[in-house]
């Protein structure tokens, strides 16, 4: 049952609390973490496996390379970071004389020795000279090469169940522009203006959170029809944020059981709008257990293991729900907010280059909105059979707005990136996808909190505490995905897959580089890499 704080406080905190702690908030296992002990296994993978890291760079510039493609003999691989960094696992059988096989838009494709690959490996831009398939089609123009794309849309981006071997990560940053509190009356001594003002320094200004997993995922590219199996998962993140909002929390709760009566009740009122709060809510209390009550006991660990759980089921539920609703977004799904070959009379389009990825030919077609639809968007169209290799996107518009009685709520950045690869029998299946979305929450408001009693003589209300907030959040948000390998399955064998899953994820207060060796990953950013709890922004008091 949630305390005093939660019902009452945090209607001047919960803006804070909920929105500067959205990831905490939102995700199943906010205060419930499970540390595994891996340090055997990590041993083991080490003995069977070696790394091959570096950072790719432009051989001229000397410019990081970003979403290059790293792949080993066996046609597995890993994409660059966005500052050129990558790691990939080799297979037992690599041998020093093997090679690696690097490819980037507008660079030449080029093969390195194992043995040649150091902390960095430079590649030289392509000389764009047009192949025979590009000179052939050189008098298309853009409206044709997008019909060409929708003729063939069905053949090259099927939506055909498979099993993905993927990787996910959600980075999740807050902070705070402004977070001003006017204290106005207080008719309870211990809720002075010097007490709010310490309550409100120990709130942490700035928060940054990860999540990443290691998965098997089962399914198409629409939303609900997906199945997940998780291999390993791990949240980064200072949980002492948490520690501090349950201090606060405590603080209060033996400010009012100590000034509210037991039959009060509280009236809470924020300009037009209040609520109620009764004295069950104010001061419920946890029964005491009998520790001879066998029976009881035997229950409650019955209720822990349940719980447990339902921990382990939401935690991935929540994964699978968050790349279902990104795999929804997609271009070639009819409700795709990237409308733009479905409504291409909403943009004006031009084919603004011919490039090359790696040793393939592409279209560059730009798509500027007009003012109907929310994205611009670059697409890179394979010349050969017009399937579609990389899509850039970037909203044109605010998406969102709203200002209403002293609440402003802004969603002003959604863009990233989607890349696709050709597999036989397939078609084009995604390989790595990334969006980034930033928005602002801002409340200005009065807060009002009378507690009221029926049952004593006079007037009933007792005591009032009356304050304005003033408060703006920013957040980005930030998931990418790496699809490793893609396996067809039928519906029938589909139908049988039953999700399992017994895995929580190990909370690590510091990146640690040990924690996905023997693994597949997207190279970690320098932002995560030099992320540490110890390390985040206190509040001043």
């Given at each position: ?38 340090s ?39 994409i ?5 960094a ?17 490819s ?71 902070y ?108 419920y ?22 719980q ?26 009819e ?8 409504k ?46 990389r ?27 989607a ?5 036989e029998?397939l ?21 009002k909190i ?92």
């Open positions: 049952m949630p305390s005093i704080l939660l019902r009452v406080i945090l209607l001047i905190l919960s803006l804070i609390s909920s929105l500067f702690l959205h990831a905490q908030t939102a995700d199943p296992l906010s205060k419930n973490h499970t540390e595994q002990d891996s055997a296994k990590k041993i083991s993978q080490r003995l069977q496996r070696e790394t091959l890291s570096s950072v790719l760079l432009d051989s001229l510039t000397k410019s990081p390379i970003a979403y290059a493609s790293i792949v080993l003999k066996n046609n597995q691989g890993v660059t970071n966005e500052e050129g990558f790691s990939i696992q080799l297979p037992q059988d690599m041998q020093l004389s093997d090679s690696v096989t690097v980037s838009m507008g660079y030449e494709k080029k093969q390195f020795l194992l043995s040649a690959v150091g902390d960095t490996l430079l590649i030289a831009s392509k000389e764009i000279v047009l192949n025979g398939v590009i000179v052939s089609n050189k008098n298309l123009n853009a409206q044709e090469i997008v019909l060409k794309i929708k003729e063939k849309l069905s053949q090259n981006h099927p939506q055909k169940l498979t099993t993905k071997r993927l990787f996910f990560r959600a980075s999740e940053t807050q705070m522009s402004k977070m001003d509190v006017d204290f106005k009356k207080s008719s309870i001594g211990a809720l002075n203006e010097k007490f709010i003002d310490s309550v409100m320094g120990l709130i942490p200004r700035n928060g940054a959170y990860f999540t990443e997993i290691l998965a098997d995922l089962h399914g198409d590219y629409t939303e609900k029809n997906q199945k997940i199996k998780l291999i390993k998962a791990s949240k980064l993140y200072d949980k002492e944020n948490e520690v501090s909002f349950e201090g606060i929390e405590k603080k209060f709760d033996e400010i009012f059981e100590q000034n509210v009566k037991k039959d009060s009740y509280l009236k809470v009122k924020s300009g037009w709008f209040s609520t109620k709060v009764s004295s069950d809510e104010l001061f209390k946890e029964a005491a257990i009998d520790s001879s009550n066998v029976a009881l006991l035997d229950s409650l660990a019955a209720l822990k293991k349940e447990e759980l339902k921990r382990k089921e939401s935690f991935a539920s929540y994964r699978k729900n968050r790349m279902g609703r990104l795999f929804k977004r997609l271009f070639f799904n409700d795709s907010p990237f409308d733009f070959l479905f291409d009379n909403r943009y004006e389009i031009r084919l603004e280059d011919f490039t090359y990825l790696g040793a393939l030919p592409v279209y560059q077609l730009r798509f500027t909105s007009k003012g109907r639809s929310d994205y611009d968007a670059v697409l890179y169209v394979n010349a050969d059979d017009f399937g579609v290799v899509l850039d996107f970037k909203n044109s518009q605010i998406l969102k707005k709203v200002k209403l009685l002293g609440f402003s709520y802004v969603n002003y950045l959604s863009e990233g990136k890349f696709f690869t050709k597999r029998d078609g084009y299946q995604l390989s790595y996808l990334e969006e980034t979305a930033a928005e602002k929450v801002g409340i200005k408001r009065p807060i009378i507690e009221k009693n029926k049952n004593t003589r006079g007037r009933r209300k007792q005591n009032e505490l009356i304050v304005a907030i003033d408060f703006e959040i920013n957040s980005q948000n930030k998931n990418e995905i790496v699809v490793f390998s893609h396996k067809a399955i039928d519906q029938e064998a589909f139908k049988t897959i039953k999700e399992d899953n017994k895995i929580l994820p190990t909370y690590l207060p510091k990146y640690d580089p040990n924690f996905w060796e023997g693994y597949n990953i997207i190279e970690p950013n320098t932002a995560i890499k030099s992320f540490s709890a110890a390390s985040q922004t206190k509040p001043n008091n």
